[in-house]
């Protein structure tokens, strides 16, 4: 027979966690520690979290998903990129969501006939948003066209004194042939309009037409012109040459040099258009009595 030891020390009975004291009974789950979030969180439902149905790792790329910012890939080749997962247990893991509606994967066809998978992550599955989804879309009403914004005034270009046909017609064509040096300034029939007079006044003041093509061609910027029309008016208003001198009026012709005449008073020779008396003869009347 075995010895007795009554000194031994008693072993604990093996209590249920009922019968735990309860301030011992809280250290056999588990404690949080939470510091409430301010910053870069995300709100996902205990739904999903603790879904009796869903594996760990259904859930865990749930939340993943439902985590990423508006037009994150999250396709299968990405997926498995991403997490140590293989496509087959990601492409599994998929399913599930699609299956319990966190998931929506819809193959559409965009405009240039390339079929790509449109998914939809649903936070609650079944909630009024998924249907409004899902419901076809009225075609939206088409807003009243708007009024085209007013058309910019040109700046105002120098006055002919005198504006002549034939002086606008000479200005028309070289602000026509202002395209074929630089394709930019292309002008509209409005705005050759409004600049002809300006150039006719530099015709008026004595510039050849080439050197008024070679003042408004000159040094153009390199960038697009938005209104070339506007710069041409610019240019013909603050580089307007003066007016050409004022040319000294012209001599008076000479008298005409009349013929020799002998007088017939004194028989003197004189210069006269005709025969006659010279013009001491015509002032001494005693000579005209002789």
Known sequence: ?????PNAPVPAPSGTPAEEPPHERSFAGVVHDNVRHTENFTVIGNHL????????????????IQSVRQGTSVGIKTLAARFPEGPTR????LRELEEHGYLQRTPVRTSTGRIVTRTVSCNRPGHSGGA????????ARRAAPEKPAPRKRLPAVPQPSYPAPALLQAALDVLTGL????????????DAEHLAPGVAAWLEREVTPTAVRHALTENLPCEPL?????LLAHRLAAQLPPPPPLRPPASPAPAPRHPLQTCDGCDRAFRAPAPGRCRDCRADPSAAGA
């Open 49 to 64: 979290l603790q879904h009796k149905e869903l594996s760990l790792l259904a859930i865990g790329l749930g939340c993943y």
């Open 90 to 93: 990601i492409a599994a893991a």
């Open 132 to 139: 409004r989804e899902a419901a076809p879309r009225r075609p």
């Open 1 to 5: 027979m075995a010895a007795q030891h």
């Open 226 to 230: 938005i209104r070339p029309a506007a």
């Open 179 to 190: 395209r074929r040096r630089d394709p930019r300034l292309l002008l509209s029939a409005t």
